[in-house]
């Protein structure tokens, strides 16, 4: 079975810390991208990723970088952490650019910051 | 920037009921996609429509798309328990290349 994995389910952490969220896909999906999802404001995408050592700025990306060393594995990276960036994280991977394909998610990672 | 809105935000309904999700969207797509999200889980892709059909079916799911109105409906027959969930309309743009989700409906089916 096809999968999107992400390296940790629930994950709490203080004020300043770097915090570094995993996600590894085994389908050969040249695209990923990192979501975050706040009651009230839905999914609201915060980088994306066409190929490795490729990255995009999503709608969100203030206070967060990615990285994409291998085709399997798009890092989230909180260079230092707030209390507002306590979310629901989501990656996601897809075969195709674009809509034409859907997207295949993780499990999601329950961020929160202290 | 949000494109799709789901209309209604909450729904309840009883067991063995047929259960109708609507959404909109502002500019012209290539498709839309319908996804699932369980409580505190990642999202799941159930159907994808392109702007050429009109109608699509999946097991007890049925897609519909009104480009005219810009607008989706899915309509899940004979509901059961385990499809209380949020669902989620994504669309593409003809405009750029990023899929942009709606905030969904909250489904819960009574027993």
């Known amino acids: 079975d096809v999968k999107v994995t992400q390296s940790s389910r629930y994950l709490v952490k203080r004020t300043g810390e770097k915090v570094f969220l995993e996600c590894v896909q085994d389908?050969?999906?040249?695209?990923m991208f990192w979501y975050r999802q706040d009651p009230g404001l839905g999914l609201r995408l915060i980088y994306f990723?066409?190929?490795?050592?490729?990255?995009e700025k999503g709608d969100i990306p203030e206070g967060y970088s990615v990285s994409r060393e291998k085709k399997e594995r798009f890092s989230l990276i909180l260079e230092s952490a707030s209390t507002n960036q306590t979310s629901m994280y989501l990656c996601?991977?897809?075969?195709?650019?674009?809509?034409?394909?859907?997207?295949?998610f993780g499990s999601g990672t329950r961020l929160t910051v202290v | 920037s949000q494109q799709g809105e789901e209309d209604p935000q909450a729904l309840s309904i009883q067991e063995g009921e047929n259960a109708t999700m609507n959404c909109s969207y502002k500019?012209?797509?290539?498709?839309l996609q319908w996804y699932r999200q369980n409580s505190g889980r990642g999202l799941v892709h159930l159907i994808l429509?392109?702007?050429?059909?009109r109608e699509k079916h999946s097991g007890r799911l049925r897609v519909t798309l009104d480009t005219s109105k810009k607008s989706s409906s899915l309509l899940i027959t004979a509901s059961r328990a385990a499809d209380t969930a949020s669902y989620f309309c994504?669309?593409?743009?003809?405009?750029?290349?990023?899929?942009?989700f709606g905030k969904g409906t909250r489904l819960h089916i009574l027993p």
């Open positions: 996601a991977s897809s075969l195709i650019h674009r809509g034409d394909y859907g997207y295949t």
């Open positions: 389908m050969d999906h040249e695209n």
């Open positions: 990723s066409y190929d490795v050592k490729m990255k």
């Open positions: 500019t012209s797509i290539n498709n």
């Open positions: 429509i392109r702007s050429n059909e």
């Open positions: 994504a669309t593409d743009s003809k405009r750029d290349d990023k899929i942009i």
